[in-house]
């Protein structure tokens, strides 16, 4: 009985190379940049690629949409059996949506504000001043 014991380090250490060596892979042309040693200085004539940065498009470089968006929304409040709608403004600065109270779905000043705010999205009036002008029209 060959068993191994605590202390038998070759049995643990005894294995066998079944590995099998594929000529294609010596015949592989190497990159240019795994020519240069880790800390190895890479001049840019010498490498054929462009960082991610440069491949990026113009219009794709600007924050992602839902960053610097805002719009006008229909909501609803629960209170009892009812429910009552309202319009509201939001916008979004970073991951956080701001919003701003701007009346009942059935109040014809409610609806006057929603109209001048969308308005002023179109025109693309910054969030800060259209919650200025919300404001300005509640008082």
């Known amino acids: ?12 250490t005894k294995f066998e190379n079944n590995s099998v060596n594929d000529p294609y892979w010596d015949q592989v042309e190497i990159a240019p940049q795994q ?13 054929p690629y462009k960082s991610v940065g440069g491949q990026v498009l113009s219009d794709t470089l600007k924050s992602a949409p839902q960053h610097d968006t805002h719009w006008v929304e229909k909501y609803w409040v629960e209170r009892g059996s009812n429910k ?32 001048a705010v969308e308005i002023a999205i179109s025109d693309g009036q910054p969030p800060r001043e259209i919650e200025n002008l919300i404001r300005e029209q509640r008082s």
């Open 84 to 115: 009552y709608w309202y319009y509201r403004y939001c916008w979004m600065v970073g991951r956080k949506i701001h919003r701003r109270y701007i009346g009942s779905v059935d109040s014809i000043r409610a609806k006057q504000r929603k109209a």
């Open 35 to 47: 020519t240069h040693s880790v800390g190895g200085q890479i001049i840019e004539s010498e490498f």
């Open 1 to 12: 009985m060959n068993q191994p014991t605590l202390f038998d380090l070759e049995a643990f």
